[in-house]
């Protein structure tokens, strides 16, 4: 048992540790050359543009579903009006980056895994290096840039689209009117609040596409190998962005607030 | 190395006969198994190392070694001059610029066009201007007699045309080493007689020396026993080498992470040991 115990906590220390060396080869890929910059291109069309779908519903459809739960609650003390102000209030501090950051880790952290794992396995990352190219500047670095560039910014649609979907559910559910709804979205946000809401997705977006990229490059054993990384990326990335969620909000609230 | 030694190993290695590569007592170890214990080998410019043995013998991780892919745990390692046991990845970039890899089933990238897998390290890693990469890419893809499919995606390509991709990937920035990973593992005869061809056109018409890992004995015996000229008309003939050029091709057997033979077709055939015949047959 103590054996076993040992052996965990060894391979724990080793992933943390490889981890750390991937963040740290990467920051000094991100401020040295060489600089692929096709590649950066390439990935913040692949991460940003091509994640505006999901995001684009998952915002809409949780502003309008959350304006609706809202109206009943707000109804039993006669506060329907204000519901425009719970709206905002949740979907900026925190549904908004939470459930961007949830759905591009499984979009982007799942397909970042699956990619660089197969790269792994088929040899090519091997060959990338045999030709003389680092991997971490080819393959890692572009998608980290995109995922700390492109995340804050799908996090601003996402959050329009919910109140978007907040205020349509409101007009024609509830039947608060317009402008009172527009005026209790904004009534309620403070500078602090979209500070927070912006500092957030800066760092899941880099959390999501780091824990990809580290297990995607540590794949071994074939293609039950990448299936395997698949899955530890979306599980790692979603549950490290929920408790790291808890501590940014911990640690934002004492600053900002 | 400081300018005088890389001056003074420059100068050596550009004699006949130099050591391009020297294996020196290496040894690598995964855990509790061992997989090399004590190689020791020296390949000589323009000659031909083919390297034998049993799956997990230790084959495609010698190459690995050579091109600084994976570190021995011990022994020394040297590859046109540099100690390559000793380089940390950025120092290993320049040697690498002369040592070309074949890996098993090619490892071309999936997302990249032929054109784009073997101009992949002048693109990308050179200045060389884009006119001249693109020549340069359709003069050796002319050369392995694939022109045609040069905008085709690797999933498009047959095994035996990946494979000779890959050699075209390899010699595409002129190494001067090539390592052959089973270049022809997989592949019906036919095919791999063609794979064959290559590797020997490449020895003997650009002068590259070559590593070949492989446990296919007749494309070994083949590259072995084979030359390639070129005739006045500037064909280019595969003949039954001449008795000094089998001599530049040398076997190595490795068993049980040692060499267990070494020497050249003729010794190789003629062997009694018991392994090496049963291997053999």
């Given amino acids: 048992m103590l054996a076993f115990i040992v052996n965990w906590l060894k391979k724990a220390a080793l992933e943390v540790q490889e981890y750390m060396r991937l963040i740290g080869a990467t920051m000094r890929g991100v401020v040295t050359p060489p600089i692929y910059r096709h590649d950066i291109v390439e990935q913040f069309d692949q991460i940003g543009i091509g994640s505006l779908t999901v995001v684009l519903l998952t915002g809409f459809f949780t502003g309008a579903a959350l304006a609706s739960q809202t109206g009943i609650t707000l109804d039993q003390f006669g506060a329907r009006p204000v519901v425009g102000r719970l709206v905002s209030a949740s979907i900026v501090t925190e549904l908004g980056p939470v459930l961007t950051a949830l759905m591009l880790t499984g979009r982007i952290g799942s397909g970042i895994a699956a990619e660089l794992?197969?790269?792994?396995?088929?040899?090519?990352?091997?060959?990338?290096?045999?030709?003389?190219?680092?991997?971490?500047?080819?393959?890692?670095?572009?998608?980290?840039?995109?995922?700390?560039?492109?995340?804050?910014?799908?996090?601003?649609?996402?959050?329009?689209?919910?109140?978007?979907?907040?205020?349509?559910?409101?007009?024609?559910?509830?039947?608060?009117?317009?402008?009172?709804?527009?005026?209790?979205?904004?009534?309620?946000?403070?500078?602090?609040?979209?500070?927070?809401?912006?500092?957030?997705?800066?760092?899941?977006?880099?959390?999501?596409?780091?824990?990809?990229?580290?297990?995607?490059?540590?794949?071994?054993?074939?293609?039950?190998g990448v299936g395997r990384a698949t899955t530890i990326a979306v599980v790692a990335g979603s549950v490290s962005i929920i408790a790291m969620d808890f501590f940014i909000t911990q640690v934002l609230v004492t600053l900002l607030y | 190395m400081d300018e005088t030694a890389s001056a003074t190993a420059a100068s050596i290695l550009s004699e006949p006969g130099a050591p391009v590569v020297v294996f020196d007592?290496?040894?690598?170890?995964?855990?509790?198994?061992?997989?090399?214990?004590?190689?020791?080998?020296?390949?000589i410019k323009g000659h031909t190392k083919i390297i034998l043995g049993a799956s997990g013998a230790g084959k495609s991780i010698t190459l690995k070694i050579i091109l600084g892919l994976l570190r021995a745990d011990g022994g020394v390692v040297w590859?046109?001059?540099?100690?390559?046991?000793?380089?940390?990845?950025?120092?290993?970039m320049p040697v690498r610029a002369d040592l070309g890899m074949i890996f098993q089933e090619g490892a071309l990238f999936d997302s990249l066009t032929v054109r784009e897998n073997v101009g992949y390290k002048l693109y990308e890693e050179t200045d060389m201007p884009i006119e001249d990469v693109d020549r340069r890419v359709e003069?050796?893809?002319?050369?392995?007699?694939l022109s045609e499919h040069i905008d085709k995606m690797p999933s498009e390509l047959s095994g035996g045309q990946r494979r000779r991709v890959a050699i075209a990937r390899a010699m595409a920035f002129k190494p001067r080493i090539l390592l052959y990973d089973e270049a022809t593992t997989g592949l019906d005869p036919i095919t791999a007689t063609t794979v064959d061809d290559e590797i020997i056109k490449l020895r003997d018409l650009e002068g590259v020396s070559s590593i070949v890992v492989t446990h296919q004995l007749r494309d070994a015996f083949y590259i072995a026993t084979h030359m390639a000229v070129r005739d006045s008309g500037g064909a280019v003939r595969i003949l039954p080498a001449t008795p000094e050029k089998a001599d530049e091709a040398e076997f190595i057997m490795l068993k049980d992470g040692l060499i267990c033979f070494e020497g050249n077709a003729e010794e190789l055939r003629s062997s009694t040991d018991p392994y090496l015949r049963q291997f053999l047959t």
């Avoid at chain 1, 794949?219 to 039950?224: D, M």
């Avoid at chain 2, 540099?82 to 380089?87: C, E, G, H, I, N």
Wanted: charged share 15%; hydrophobic share 50%; proline share 3%.
């Fill in chain 2, 139 to 145: 003069e050796v893809l002319g050369f392995i007699g």
């Fill in chain 1, 117 to 224: 794992g197969s790269m792994v396995v088929t040899d090519q990352v091997s060959a990338l290096r045999a030709l003389g190219t680092d991997p971490i500047r080819k393959l890692v670095v572009p998608r980290v840039l995109a995922g700390l560039v492109m995340a804050p910014i799908l996090t601003i649609v996402s959050d329009f689209v919910g109140i978007v979907g907040g205020w349509i559910v409101s007009r024609f559910q509830l039947q608060v009117a317009s402008g009172q709804y527009w005026s209790s979205v904004t009534d309620v946000l403070f500078i602090q609040d979209v500070q927070q809401g912006l500092i957030k997705p800066f760092v899941f977006g880099f959390m999501i596409v780091t824990i990809a990229c580290h297990v995607g490059l540590r794949t071994k054993g074939g293609t039950q």
């Fill in chain 2, 79 to 92: 590859v046109n001059g540099a100690r390559v046991d000793q380089l940390s990845e950025r120092e290993l």
């Fill in chain 2, 25 to 43: 007592r290496v040894q690598l170890a995964f855990d509790d198994k061992v997989v090399l214990k004590d190689v020791s080998f020296t390949l």
